[in-house]
């Protein structure tokens, strides 16, 4: 396919979507393992992510809600602030937003068209792509901050070419071991692989086998762990919200905070975004407590973040969550210990290049599961689902479509049960949620 001036948006999100290795549908086959492609692409374009200040965000579990949280602090700051990223749930242009609007459907035309030389000399990954993309609106559109939220990994992540005002690692577990490494400290450090000289970095959760990785990584950088500056007191669940109680632990300090996150697991990732506010802080940027606590509470409205215990109806309760590895699943098991409900139903699809075994150890053995798969080439299908589980004593029927699937769980449900959907993000995002609201 070949573009032309009368391209519109669609044909040039299916060109996009066609030409390019996407690694969110192929899996291993779409990675590229070095910087090469995206240092040519933005050279090309002037190297955009030099023309504005950054902060770059890292993680197994986490960075998503950990960016949409710092973006809208910094929206509600009176910053204009970028975000990016990866992947989308609905709509392509969720991975590149400015104060929380879609990037324009004008602006990825015309960038297509004036890039698509290179495409076809470089053969580009599609991540590569949507990176320069990003970093070229975030120049033009003069933003004072952007949020770049990594990938993959970190060392080798297509958005490692930036200079961030703050470096931010979430947490380290086992996922993407094809690409990343087998053991923590493998993966630690491939993700401590953004720590950049003389540029602090935040760090979420730590464990005494990722410590060592990182205090060496950021041997020439001032590093700072969450987790010691900060703890949670109390929580209270609130309907839609999460009210949580902090103490700063060197004043002895408390702060409560009502977040429209209401997933107990975000209680780990306030305190990293607490940290990081502190620390942008200190470097100049004007954020008081008045304005995290305001931004905390509309998270959802200012940034558009969905799938992260996501309350799609009542009675029964249909959430959503993208919780798609082992670590993931177990804050979702926390979670369900704390929700109220007389039975549980999971309707559930995964890729297959992920640790299947793994996470289907942690899923309850009581619950009603409704198996699916995602339409990607790299989705496991709904058979090979249902069989796998079956050894972890996992019982239930299969479904080609993951709409289909909730819907078979509503007509066995009763308006006390609770329906989950998790395993995939890209379950999640085929999602058709106005079929199923109150």
């Keep these: 396919m070949h573009l032309c001036t009368a391209m519109n948006y669609q044909e040039t999100i ?45 993680g197994t579990n986490g960075k998503g809600s950990t960016s949409h949280m710092l973006a809208a602090i910094l929206q ?71 949020i770049i939220e990594v990938g993959l990994g970190g060392r080798l992540d297509s958005t490692n070419i930036i200079s961030p005002e703050l470096s931010i690692i979430t947490n380290i577990g086992m996922d993407h071991m094809n690409l990343l490494g087998n053991t923590l400290q493998e993966i630690a450090g491939e993700k401590a692989g953004i720590i950049k000289p003389f540029i602090p970095v935040v760090i979420g959760e730590v464990i005494p086998e990722t410590r060592a990785v990182f205090d060496t990584a950021a041997a020439n950088s001032p590093i ?50 607490l940290e990081a506010c502190t620390q942008l802080t200190r470097l100049g940027w004007n954020i008081d407590h008045a ?44 979670q369900l210990e704390l929700s109220n409900y ?28 409704y198996f699916t798969k995602a339409n990607i080439p790299r989705a496991m299908d709904e058979l090979s689902l249902q069989s796998a589980a079956q050894e972890f004593g996992l019982k239930g029927n299969s479904y080609l479509h993951v709409n289909e699937a909730i819907s078979n769980a509503l ?10 959907v998790c395993g995939s993000v890209f379950l999640i995002g085929e999602v058709n949620t106005a079929l199923f609201r109150n």
């Design 342 to 369: 007389n039975h549980l139903h999971i309707v559930m699809g995964m890729v297959k290049d992920k640790d299947v075994n793994a996470v289907l150890k942690e899923l309850p053995n009581h619950a009603q599961y």
């Design 224 to 273: 700072v762990y969450a987790q010691e500056k900060r703890y949670i007191s109390d929580w209270l669940f609130q309907g839609t919200h999460l009210q949580v109680t902090v103490v700063e632990k060197e004043k002895n300090e408390y702060a409560s905070y009502l977040l429209d996150l209401p997933g107990f697991y975000q209680t780990k990732n306030l305190l990293t975004v």
């Design 14 to 58: 299916d060109y996009l979507f066609h030409k390019l290795p996407m690694f969110s549908r192929l899996g291993i086959a779409a990675y590229k393992k070095d910087l090469t492609n995206t240092v040519k692409l933005c050279e090309a374009l002037g190297n955009p992510q030099h023309q504005f200040k950054t902060i770059h965000v890292a």
């Design 291 to 334: 304005i995290i606590h305001k931004a905390l509470q509309h998270v959802k409205s200012l940034t558009g973040l969905h799938g992260r215990w996501e309350i799609v109806r009542q009675y029964p309760w249909i959430i959503m969550d993208v919780g798609h590895n082992a670590d993931g699943i177990r804050e979702i098991n926390k």
């Design 411 to 420: 007509t066995h449900a009763t308006e006390n049960d609770l329906i989950l």
């Design 76 to 146: 509600t700051a009176g910053y204009k602030t970028g975000l990016y990223t990866s992947p989308h749930l609905y709509d392509f242009r969720e991975r590149i937003k400015l104060n929380g609007a879609l990037c324009t459907e004008d602006f990825v035309v015309s960038f297509t068209k004036k890039i698509q030389p290179l495409i076809e000399e470089l053969e580009p990954s599609f991540f590569e792509i949507t990176v320069a993309m990003a970093f070229e609106y975030f120049a033009q559109q003069k933003v004072d901050i952007a």
